[in-house]
């Protein structure tokens, strides 16, 4: 072991290391090293003689898990950081179930259900119910029901809950609970669990078996807990009743990254830590290691407008760096084309890589018009959170293979996998095994299994492919138990005959399929590998377990990090970039709308502006535009009041030779009036010459003679103001001009009703 670990670490990291004993809770600002913190203080724990078996350490993503385990090997040693007990909640949960999931009736080899297949487990049940998906929509359901059991609300406890019951028909959604109830049968019955089952049934589990408690007590004496603010309630109880029995206890996190409400985090378990254990140790991580001084006293500034949070002041002993830059443009394109731009001049001027460059945003949908930008400059970019590999449809297909050989009561993997790749058993014939699978109560592969004894149901014909497909599934089963998830998965891929069908494609996307395979069986080979070289379990069945909790920092590939980042605030936590762009600063966008009439929901997008621009290491520009497209219509914004948030030291207005917008409050608070008098933004070459007419014109307003307007003409509408015309056509008497205005965009308007006046004014004929 690497005697001199404790001389890597500052001060107050140094304390938060060595404070073992008791409950602790370490508040980490950005950048200030929590990772490190983490990693040495359970290295500290193993140097001080506690065995790697008693430690219990709970990320939020395998890759965090990853990276701290290999450290702590370096450190420890390999053969000792093995036996921690160290991954996500729901990977160190699910491994908990596959020991002690036959208590709650499941078996060890049950199937974890993601995202798609719980969604798709819910549409099946409502075209059965014959409800209408435009009110009972899958991805809704889906949804509530995750919420409610994140809550620790089942499926009979909601269906007696009278309150929920009024929510649902205010809701237009009075089967809820009869969906929720289906829901949870089906799943039972298949041996699955979903994402959310695996935090449930933990406490379940807990709550039934004092003993199964008992002995988890016992065997984790020390636990520590990564991004605490992070935690929904189910994960908060498993944590309380883990720790119940030695306290020990250490949490690490910070109250003013808490973004994630809406998964059911709850930033009380941070804030309310010291109610829960009065004799806990604080411990302040405040020295940024990752951003310039520049952002982050900016970012202190931000988050100083919260009421709700641990105070502590956070600071940097980097350079000072540049200001916070604030780029301001007419229409939501012009945003994108001064983004792309500035990061092109910057890449080149300063010898930079794609990779240093991330542009953030606060709904998937503004990732369209930079997707574009960026493509006409051909800058490279990969956005994050887009379809995931896993998510694939030829990658679903055979790890429903995988799934069915492992367990085959998985009733979402049949579907898939029944008539893939084509063997002639239709629709109707798969409609009517799960119908008689569902009056008689027992699995679709009960009745699929003995298929011969259905014949007043299926004809010779389908029997016999019904059949073909069960000795398949069940030849494949064999040693699925011993062989390596390699060998068991190119066997699978053969001998389904998926890999063939994927080989002949000629087609692009064909070709682009029979690679995702390829790329598929690598990652299962690299899988095998690694765990048979540090002595842990390598089935088809573990690969599976593993890469059903994968999640988006898990899945990047190495051909992805050369490329400019395009990704939500959300998904930028935990992430950092050399140059960070936080673009649609508008109160339409962010704050979101939504958050408007709570100060708590208000507080927290503000947490999430704080996330984005301590992303930043080296540079952070905002932008927004005066004008954005909604519904196919222009329509004005007002600039974030976040902006107005900001602290003027900071903050630099390139296009106003660094002075700001002279911006003022707007009466609702929510934003910024202009004066109008003022050029408050830069103009492309086309707008200068209409910049300077600035006068309302006398009323009435009459307009000029429709004959006398050109393109490029400078001119004056009584509504839209100031604008430039852009083109001209049709012929009199209904010829139709498109003008570019100042503040509402182009327009297009037809010239004998348009009373638009001329700059400078030209006689009328005869005059």
Same mark, same amino acid.
């Given at each position: 072991?690497?005697?001199?670990?404790?001389?890597?670490?500052?001060?107050? $990291?140094?304390?938060?290391?060595?404070?073992?004993?008791?409950?602790?809770?370490?508040?980490?600002?950005?950048?200030?090293?929590?990772?490190?913190?983490?990693?040495?203080?359970?290295?500290?724990?193993?140097?001080?003689?506690?065995?790697?078996?008693?430690?219990?350490?709970?990320?939020?993503?395998?890759?965090?898990?990853?990276?701290?385990? *290999? /450290?702590?090997? /370096?450190?420890?040693?390999?053969?000792?950081?093995?036996?921690?007990?160290?991954?996500?909640?729901?990977? +160190?949960?699910?491994?908990?179930?596959?020991?002690?999931?036959?208590?709650?009736?499941?078996?060890?080899?049950?199937?974890?259900?993601?995202?798609?297949?719980?969604?798709?487990?819910?549409?099946?049940?409502? =075209?059965?119910?014959?409800?209408?998906?435009?009110?009972?929509?899958?991805?809704?359901?889906?949804?509530?029901?995750?919420?409610?059991?994140?809550?620790?609300?089942?499926?009979?406890?909601?269906?007696?809950?009278?309150?929920?019951?009024?929510?649902?028909?205010?809701?237009?959604?009075?089967?809820?609970?009869?969906?929720?109830?289906?829901?949870?049968?089906?799943?039972?019955?298949?041996?699955?669990?979903?994402?959310?089952?695996?935090?449930?049934?933990?406490?379940?589990?807990?709550?039934?078996?004092?003993?199964?408690?008992?002995?988890?007590?016992?065997?984790?004496?020390?636990?520590?807990?990564?991004?605490?603010?992070?935690?929904?309630?189910? $994960?908060?109880?498993?944590?309380?009743?883990?720790?119940?029995?030695?306290?020990?206890?250490?949490?690490?996190?910070?109250?003013?990254?808490?973004?994630?409400?809406?998964?059911?985090?709850?930033?009380?378990? +941070?804030?309310?830590?010291?109610?829960?254990?009065?004799?806990?140790?604080?411990?302040?991580?405040?020295?940024? &290691?990752?951003?310039?001084?520049?952002?982050?006293?900016?970012?202190?500034?931000? +988050?100083?407008?919260?009421?709700?949070?641990?105070?502590?002041?956070?600071?940097?002993?980097?350079?000072?760096?540049?200001?916070?830059?604030?780029?301001?443009?007419?229409?939501?394109?012009?945003?994108?084309?001064? +983004?792309?731009?500035?990061?092109?001049?910057?890449?080149?001027?300063?010898?930079?890589?794609?990779?240093?460059?991330?542009?953030?945003?606060?709904?998937?949908?503004?990732?369209?018009?930079?997707?574009?930008?960026? =493509?006409?400059?051909?800058?490279?970019?990969?956005? &994050?959170?887009?379809?995931?590999?896993? *998510?694939?449809?030829?990658?679903?297909?055979?790890?429903? &293979? %995988? /799934?069915?050989?492992?367990?085959?009561?998985?009733?979402?993997?049949?579907?898939?996998?029944?008539?893939?790749?084509?063997?002639?058993?239709?629709?109707?014939?798969?409609?009517?095994?799960?119908?008689?699978?569902?009056?008689?109560?027992?699995?679709?592969?009960?009745?699929?299994?003995?298929?011969?004894?259905?014949?007043?149901?299926?004809?010779?014909?389908?029997?016999?492919?019904?059949?073909?497909?069960?000795?398949?599934?069940?030849?494949?089963?064999?040693?699925?138990?011993?062989?390596?998830?390699?060998?068991?998965?190119?066997?699978?891929?053969?001998?389904?005959?998926?890999?063939?069908?994927?080989?002949?494609?000629?087609?692009?996307?064909?070709?682009?399929?029979?690679?995702?395979?390829?790329?598929?069986?690598?990652?299962?080979?690299? %899988?095998?590998?690694?765990?048979?070289?540090?002595?842990?379990?390598?089935?088809?069945?573990?690969?599976?377990?593993?890469?059903?909790?994968?999640?988006?920092?898990?899945?990047?590939?190495?051909?992805?990090?050369?490329?400019?980042?395009?990704?939500?605030?959300?998904?930028?936590? @935990?992430?950092?970039?050399?140059?960070?762009?936080?673009?649609?600063?508008?109160?339409?966008?962010?704050?979101?709308?939504?958050?408007?009439?709570?100060?708590?929901?208000? *507080?927290? *997008?503000?947490?999430?502006?704080?996330?984005?621009?301590? /992303?930043?290491?080296?540079?952070?520009?905002?932008? &927004?535009?005066?004008?954005?497209?909604?519904? @196919?219509?222009?329509?004005?914004?007002?600039?974030?009041?976040?902006?107005?948030?900001?602290?003027?030291?900071?903050?630099?207005?390139? $296009?106003?030779?660094?002075?700001? %917008?002279?911006?003022?409050?707007?009466?609702?608070?929510?934003?910024?009036?202009?004066?109008?008098e003022q050029v408050i933004f830069k103009p492309s070459p086309r707008m200068r010459k209409i910049s300077k007419h600035v006068t309302q014109p006398a009323t009435p307003f009459n307009g000029s003679d429709p004959s006398q307007f050109s393109e490029g003409d400078s001119v004056q509408h009584e509504r839209f103001g100031n604008g430039l015309i852009v083109s001209i056509e049709g012929v009199p008497p209904n010829q139709t001009a498109t003008v570019e205005f100042e503040k509402d965009g182009k327009k297009k308007l037809l010239l004998r009703f348009a009373k638009l006046i001329k700059y400078p004014p030209t006689p009328l004929k005869g005059g």
């Amino acid at each position: 072991m690497d005697h001199n670990y404790l001389s890597e670490l500052n001060d107050a $990291q140094k304390q938060a290391v060595v404070n073992t004993e008791g409950p602790a809770l370490v508040i980490a600002g950005a950048g200030a090293g929590k990772t490190r913190v983490l990693t040495y203080r359970i290295a500290h724990l193993l140097r001080n003689g506690v065995q790697a078996g008693k430690i219990l350490a709970l990320t939020f993503t395998n890759k965090a898990a990853g990276e701290m385990k *290999e /450290r702590i090997a /370096r450190i420890a040693g390999p053969e000792i950081a093995r036996f921690l007990w160290m991954g996500t909640f729901h990977s +160190i949960f699910a491994r908990i179930l596959r020991i002690e999931g036959d208590r709650l009736g499941y078996k060890s080899n049950y199937t974890i259900y993601d995202a798609v297949d719980a969604k798709s487990l819910v549409r099946t049940i409502i =075209r059965e119910l014959n409800l209408d998906d435009n009110i009972y929509k899958p991805g809704s359901i889906a949804a509530r029901i995750s919420m409610v059991k994140n809550n620790l609300i089942t499926a009979s406890m909601y269906s007696a809950d009278g309150s929920l019951q009024e929510y649902d028909k205010a809701s237009r959604m009075p089967l809820l609970s009869d969906i929720f109830k289906i829901y949870a049968s089906r799943c039972f019955k298949s041996n699955a669990m979903d994402f959310d089952d695996l935090l449930m049934n933990t406490n379940i589990l807990f709550r039934d078996f004092p003993d199964v408690l008992s002995s988890y007590q016992d065997r984790f004496r020390y636990i520590l807990v990564d991004e605490y603010q992070d935690t929904n309630y189910a $994960q908060y109880l498993i944590v309380k009743k883990l720790a119940a029995a030695h306290h020990n206890l250490c949490v690490v996190g910070d109250d003013a990254q808490s973004i994630y409400s809406f998964r059911g985090a709850r930033i009380e378990n +941070i804030l309310e830590f010291k109610n829960d254990y009065p004799d806990y140790k604080l411990f302040k991580l405040e020295q940024n &290691y990752r951003s310039t001084q520049t952002i982050v006293n900016a970012a202190n500034a931000i +988050i100083a407008n919260n009421e709700g949070q641990i105070h502590k002041t956070v600071y940097s002993k980097n350079e000072p760096g540049e200001k916070i830059m604030v780029m301001q443009a007419m229409t939501d394109t012009e945003e994108g084309f001064m +983004i792309t731009s500035d990061i092109f001049d910057r890449r080149y001027s300063q010898q930079l890589k794609w990779s240093d460059f991330a542009v953030l945003y606060r709904t998937n949908a503004q990732s369209r018009i930079f997707e574009e930008t960026l =493509r006409r400059k051909n800058i490279p970019y990969k956005i &994050y959170g887009g379809l995931s590999f896993y *998510e694939r449809r030829e990658i679903k297909d055979i790890i429903a &293979y %995988f /799934r069915m050989v492992m367990n085959r009561e998985d009733e979402e993997a049949l579907k898939r996998s029944i008539n893939y790749p084509k063997r002639g058993i239709g629709d109707t014939t798969i409609q009517k095994l799960f119908e008689l699978a569902h009056e008689q109560n027992v699995s679709a592969w009960n009745i699929l299994n003995e298929a011969g004894s259905y014949s007043q149901h299926f004809n010779a014909g389908t029997v016999k492919k019904l059949t073909v497909y069960a000795e398949l599934i069940d030849a494949l089963s064999l040693n699925a138990e011993t062989s390596d998830a390699y060998a068991k998965a190119k066997e699978i891929a053969a001998s389904s005959g998926i890999m063939k069908e994927l080989r002949d494609g000629k087609l692009p996307e064909e070709i682009s399929r029979y690679e995702n395979m390829e790329e598929l069986l690598n990652a299962i080979k690299i %899988f095998t590998e690694a765990a048979e070289t540090n002595g842990e379990p390598s089935t088809l069945g573990d690969y599976l377990a593993n890469v059903a909790l994968l999640t988006d920092q898990d899945n990047e590939k190495e051909e992805d990090r050369e490329k400019v980042t395009l990704m939500t605030m959300h998904s930028a936590k @935990g992430l950092e970039f050399s140059h960070v762009y936080v673009v649609g600063m508008e109160d339409t966008l962010f704050p979101s709308p939504m958050s408007s009439g709570s100060s708590k929901e208000l *507080e927290e *997008e503000r947490r999430l502006f704080y996330v984005a621009v301590t /992303r930043a290491k080296k540079q952070a520009t905002l932008s &927004y535009a005066l004008n954005r497209y909604k519904w @196919g219509n222009l329509e004005r914004s007002n600039p974030s009041r976040f902006l107005r948030e900001l602290d003027m030291k900071y903050v630099d207005y390139p $296009q106003t030779g660094g002075k700001p %917008f002279h911006a003022k409050k707007s009466q609702d608070d929510r934003g910024f009036s202009f004066r109008e008098e003022q050029v408050i933004f830069k103009p492309s070459p086309r707008m200068r010459k209409i910049s300077k007419h600035v006068t309302q014109p006398a009323t009435p307003f009459n307009g000029s003679d429709p004959s006398q307007f050109s393109e490029g003409d400078s001119v004056q509408h009584e509504r839209f103001g100031n604008g430039l015309i852009v083109s001209i056509e049709g012929v009199p008497p209904n010829q139709t001009a498109t003008v570019e205005f100042e503040k509402d965009g182009k327009k297009k308007l037809l010239l004998r009703f348009a009373k638009l006046i001329k700059y400078p004014p030209t006689p009328l004929k005869g005059g």
